[in-house]
């Protein structure tokens, strides 16, 4: 059957591609298949040791998502398993592979699955290291592969898209923290104040505001290495530098300004874009919400005590209605050219979660790219938006298998050569994105 390519504007300002044979695949996938039409794919977890002694009550962290993740796999002809790496034997390519059955979490020796999706979040650095190491082992040995990419630290994330003029504009001044002397420049430069994270890190967690007082005196406060708060302590600059020196440690860290994220009652607030690809290769918005942390922290995300909240009505009392329906519109648009830019630059992504700070002039900041997005803020983003985040990872999945194999009908092999010649497989046609609530 031929195939037509179809470019339209949608709501987003991207470029979508379809055809007719990708979207019946993508109908075909949503129904249960026979058991033994099932393709296996790996969840790839963090093993906790008090779970396998009875301590704990999930044996890894997002015990709930994963747990839905297998509920759902079978409407895509997949069975997922959750493993630990490190539970991997070269020799027989086993592992220790977990499902969810009667009510509780069961352990049962399996095959490897060929294709891993990346959720591992250890409890600390020994089991972090134990993960990691292994699957590296995994991964050199050629026979895996993973759902998502990988991306560098923060800092050369940013370097990088700084070279696109089309997202330029949504890009807060960064360098990296290299010593006492840079951050001195830096706050300097910036009218007394600087944001400080950690380049490889994550949900909030090593934070650090520092704002600098007519008096000389810094007041430091932000979120530990472990997610913690650390309320606001004032000090001499000399004193606060021993400080900084110290809470960063050996670590690579990024500067930034100390951008006026707040909202009305002074509580820090940034918005979450759930971008994944569906069935057929595309990307798809699958939803926005709004985070806002307690007033007294420098965060918004949910892990460091953070709340989710519908976009709409939030940025509505901030700007007003007719303003927030423009300013979640350019974030869709922004969105778009990202993800497009990102998988152009480092290559093939599933999913990716894209932050974003609007100023109290209604201007739009990119802040970071997460290629293991959580689910918990896509519940205020709708009912639709919420199953969206389970199904889409599992729908790629299956897409990427069938291409894999060979066991796919024409119309995907034709609409894959068509998206690789248009530099990138299911990208949304970069555009450039405002970002100023009244233009």
Not at 149 to 166: I, M, Q
Not at 174 to 199: D, H, Q, T
Request: overall charge positive; glycine content about 12%.
């Amino acid at each position: 059957m031929p195939v037509t390519l179809q470019d339209s504007d949608g709501a987003g300002g991207g470029i979508r591609r379809t055809a007719n044979g990708v979207r019946r695949a993508r109908a075909r996938s949503g129904s249960p298949a026979n058991v033994s039409e099932l393709r296996p794919i790996g969840i790839l977890v963090s093993e906790r040791s008090e779970y396998v002694h009875g301590g704990t009550a999930a044996p890894f962290a997002e015990a709930d998502f994963i747990r839905r993740l297998m509920a759902a796999a079978s409407r895509h002809a997949l069975v997922a398993y959750a493993f630990d790496p490190a539970t991997w034997d070269s020799r027989t390519n086993a592992v220790a592979g977990w499902r969810y059955a009667d009510g509780g979490w069961r352990r049962e020796t399996v095959q490897a699955p060929v294709l891993l999706y990346d959720r591992l979040w250890p409890d600390d650095r020994e089991s972090r290291d134990r993960s990691l190491a292994a699957l590296r082992t995994m991964r050199e040995s050629g026979g895996f592969r993973l759902l998502n990419g990988s991306l560098p630290g923060k800092t050369a994330v940013l370097r990088t898209l700084s070279r696109c003029p089309e997202i330029r504009p949504l890009l807060p001044p960064s360098a990296a923290y290299r010593g006492a002397a840079s951050l001195v420049s830096w706050i300097e430069a910036r009218g007394g104040s600087a944001f400080l994270k950690p380049s490889g890190g994550s949900q909030g967690k090593g934070a650090l505001a520092i704002e600098e007082s007519p008096g000389g005196r810094w007041t430091l406060s932000g979120r530990d290495a472990a997610g913690d708060l650390v309320r606001a302590r004032r000090f001499p600059r000399r004193e606060a530098l021993r400080e900084v020196r110290a809470w960063i440690g050996h670590r690579p860290y990024l500067m930034q300004p100390l951008l006026a994220l707040r909202g009305p009652g002074g509580e820090p607030f940034d918005l979450r874009a759930l971008m994944q690809k569906d069935g057929g290769g595309v990307w798809r918005m699958t939803g926005i919400a709004v985070r806002t942390g307690a007033p007294e922290s420098v965060t918004a995300n949910l892990h460091g005590g953070g709340v989710a909240r519908p976009p709409g009505p939030y940025l509505a009392g901030l700007f007003g209605e007719r303003a927030a329906a423009r300013l979640l519109e350019r974030l869709r648009e922004a969105s778009g050219s990202i993800v497009a830019r990102i998988e152009q630059l480092y290559g093939r992504f599933a999913e990716l979660g894209l932050d974003y700070g609007i100023d109290r002039g209604g201007r739009i900041w990119f802040l970071e790219a997460n290629t293991k997005p959580g689910r918990a803020s896509m519940a205020e983003a709708g009912d639709a938006a919420m199953s969206d985040a389970i199904h889409n990872p599992l729908a790629y999945a299956r897409y990427i298998l069938l291409v894999s194999s060979g066991r796919v009908c024409h119309e995907f092999d034709l609409v894959q050569r068509s998206l690789h010649a248009a530099s990138g497989e299911g990208h949304m046609a970069v555009q450039p994105a405002r970002q100023n609530a009244e233009n």
